[in-house]
């Protein structure tokens, strides 16, 4: 009985001591250690360090912007292209017996030539067949020349004989005339008479004949010799046109191609050029100027004598300083295939480092125009839009005081804005960001 009372004391007791050892567990589990306490301490020696507890991030400081008197400045940018104020062009030429020539050989673009270099060779297959032709005809018109006068000569003997046979006629008959009246029957000595006269006609119109043989002697060889001389002269004429077929550097300098606009790109070997179009040039270096494009927009806000940063580029960060030299008044196209009309500036640069600019490069023309002069500016960002369209700044020096201000703005340029009524020098505002805040 005894035993059995101290066997359910024991059992009764059980889940109580359970229960405590579960309280114990858990109590060790969550007590903090050491490098929890002080996260300063290593969790042992050689390891890392433990990572510090984040940190709130700064909150922006506001500062408040001063309104002071400035510039308005609105930069106007153009495209453009370097080319040389002073060129030698090299067009295609203009052959009579062709319409359109076309190009074989082109010296490399951009590389410098020499005085007297080859630069462009064209197609003279055609020539080359013509000079062959004409060269035939020449040496049928030789030929034609030495015949005629052959046979000029011929006839010189036959007239020189004709008339030696005259005069022999005519001296016989003569011989004959002067037996006396007396001596002859009647008959026969008006036989010899008739006969001295009919001599003397005979050697009159040998004479003759002769005289007007010498006379056209040279217009029957002028006849043939005008053979000759033509075909010399077209010969001459094909040989001038081959020889402009192959055109050598007029001078030292860099070669650039032309533009071939019925292909909307560069001159290059194979095309079919039309006489009188540009093939290539050679510029003076020293002469460099830009030809930009102005759209209609900016046309009448720029003119002559503006000042003007250029910038290359090819070159980043290089920046020439220069000045409007002209404008065109009558818009063009700025290319074969554009529809877009432009007008075209001149820009004169201040100076020229032909080791770094060449023609051809692409610029950026930036041309600073001031709007307005010694007037209360503000940035753009300080400046904002209600939902009717209205605009405000925000006047004050920080959020609590701030308060919307409507404000008339004038001339506006690419950082700061002209404010013409709302508020004045000295006064404070900050960004338009901020009307959020300051209108709760």
Aim: proline letters at 4%.
């Amino acid at each position: 009985m005894g035993m059995e009372n101290k066997q359910n004391t024991i059992t009764a007791g059980f889940p109580a001591l359970l229960a405590a050892a579960l309280v114990l567990a858990l109590s060790v589990g969550n007590a903090p250690t050491a490098s929890a306490q002080n996260p300063g301490l290593q969790s042992k020696k050689g390891s890392d360090p433990l990572p510090a507890a984040a940190t709130k991030p700064a909150e922006e400081k506001l500062t408040a912007y001063v309104v002071g008197s400035g510039e308005v400045v609105r930069e106007v940018v153009l495209s453009g292209e370097l080319k040389a104020r002073n060129s030698t062009l090299i067009n295609a030429p203009r052959i009579r017996s062709s319409f359109s020539t076309t190009i074989t050989y082109l010296a490399p673009e951009g590389s410098m030539v020499k005085k007297g270099e080859r630069i462009v060779e064209f197609d003279d297959s055609s020539l080359l067949s013509q000079k062959s032709e004409v060269e035939r005809t020449l040496d049928e018109a030789k030929l034609n020349i030495q015949k005629k006068k052959a046979d000029l000569e011929a006839e010189r003997c036959d007239l020189l004989n004709s008339l030696s046979q005259a005069e022999s006629s005519l001296k016989q008959d003569e011989l004959y005339g002067r037996i006396s009246k007396d001596l002859l029957p009647a008959n026969t000595y008006q036989r010899y008479q008739l006969n001295i006269s009919k001599s003397k006609l005979g050697l009159q119109k040998a004479r003759e004949q002769m005289a007007n043989f010498e006379k056209s002697y040279a217009s029957q060889m002028a006849l043939v010799e005008i053979n000759h001389s033509q075909a010399e002269i077209n010969l001459k004429k094909i040989e001038s046109d081959m020889q402009m077929l192959k055109i050598d550097a007029p001078q030292d300098g860099i070669l650039i191609y032309g533009d071939n606009w019925t292909s909307n790109r560069k001159v290059q070997a194979g095309d079919n050029i039309f006489p009188g179009m540009e093939v290539a040039s050679i510029p003076d270096l020293s002469s460099m100027q830009v030809v930009g494009f102005v759209y209609d927009t900016e046309y009448s806000i720029l003119s002559p004598g503006l000042r003007c940063s250029v910038r290359f580029d090819a070159l980043p960060g290089y920046e020439v300083g220069g000045v409007i030299e002209s404008l065109t008044s009558v818009a063009g196209r700025k290319s074969f295939a554009s529809e877009k009309k432009v007008f075209q500036t001149i820009v004169r640069l201040d100076k020229v480092d032909v080791d770094k600019v060449k023609p051809g490069m692409t610029v950026q023309v930036a041309v600073p125009l001031v709007l307005a002069e010694n007037a209360p500016v503000i940035p753009r960002d300080y400046l904002g839009t209600d939902d009717q369209g209205l605009q405000f700044v925000l006047k004050g020096a920080d959020l609590k005081q701030a308060k919307r201000e409507f404000v008339q703005i004038g001339a506006v340029g690419d950082r700061l804005l002209e404010v013409v009524a709302g508020v004045k020098t000295g006064d404070r505002l900050i960004p338009a960001r901020y009307d959020a805040e300051v209108s709760r």
